[in-house]
């Protein structure tokens, strides 16, 4: 029916499509997809009004009919009706469906542009009430607020997951992250210590101990800590980075840890893997540059590092300064 419906449309006899689709209603009811059919196919001929009627109609026999409401949110769209597509769209993601469902169906709607901001915040608000173990909904919840820099709502969000879910890798590194972004030191540190012993294998929560170390000049620690990283055959993913670029990133500490401990041949080995694993970092180029000029070693391949860092940021003070002295031993 929903076929030759079509065709009827595409023929341009949107009053045959509909006769069809009513006289098959009229046998049976219970139907749930001819409704949203019949509502496209008048909304398509530019009676957004009639199909809105159709909807509605629906929704009325059928409450649970989520397409209806999302073929809803389409038509109110259509008629500039803000607030009938966020209530349409809150209504079908609201219904008593499986979280897998509505994830898929919030995907589509923003996808689309069917809701507001405000109606997008409410919704993921709700999906954390109505599914209170799913640990995938917080998350969405918090990186939501994080991307519009609210931090302080998202942290209580990723803590209260971790109570529910402390195995919860992701939602580690999120909380960590927004303890970073609080500038709450005391409790980054006292959560990364708990987090390097819940996660073992991650080089995030590694790393995040190193640095907490390096900061606080305790070297031998901190190169402890980088070189047991490293040891990691494997790394748990955090499904936020990958494990070259956390690698790199423990290179590129390792190697500053080193030049503090003046270890010449474990610093130059640092560097080179750093630059192996991104030769796009120009902070590690202009300190591999300029630690390979200190030791008067291979200036032509300073010269060249170095030169990439200057062309790549014209007016950094740091790598001109760099590259001056290299143009000055050669």
Known sequence: VTEWANLYAAWMSERSAVKLIDRYLADDPSCYSL???????????????EAAQTLREEIQYHPNNATAYIALANVYLKLNNRAGVDNAVAKALSLDTDYEDKVELLSEVVEKHYISDS???NILRNLVVQHPNEGDAYIRYANYLLN???????????EKLVLIQPDNLSAAVYLAGGYVSLNDTAKLRSYVDTCVS???????FRLQKAGALYAS???DSCRQILRGALEIEQPEED????TPFYKQRIYSLLSSVCMQQERTEEMFEA????????SEDLFILNNYAYMLSQHGLELDKAERMSRKTIEADPNNPTF???????????
Not at 198 to 204: A, G, H, W
């Open 119 to 121: 109606a997008h915040l």
């Open 239 to 242: 499904n936020f980075q990958t």
């Open 217 to 219: 000049q305790q070297f």
């Open 320 to 330: 001109l300064d760099t590259y001056a002295w290299i143009l000055y031993l050669r």
């Open 35 to 49: 409704p949203v059919t019949k509502a496209k196919i008048q909304s398509y001929a530019g009676h957004d009004v």
């Open 271 to 278: 560097f080179k893997m750093a630059v192996v694993l991104d």
């Open 148 to 158: 519009a820099k609210n931090v302080d709502e998202a942290v209580p969000v990723m």
């Open 198 to 204: 819940l996660f073992p294998n991650s080089l995030f």
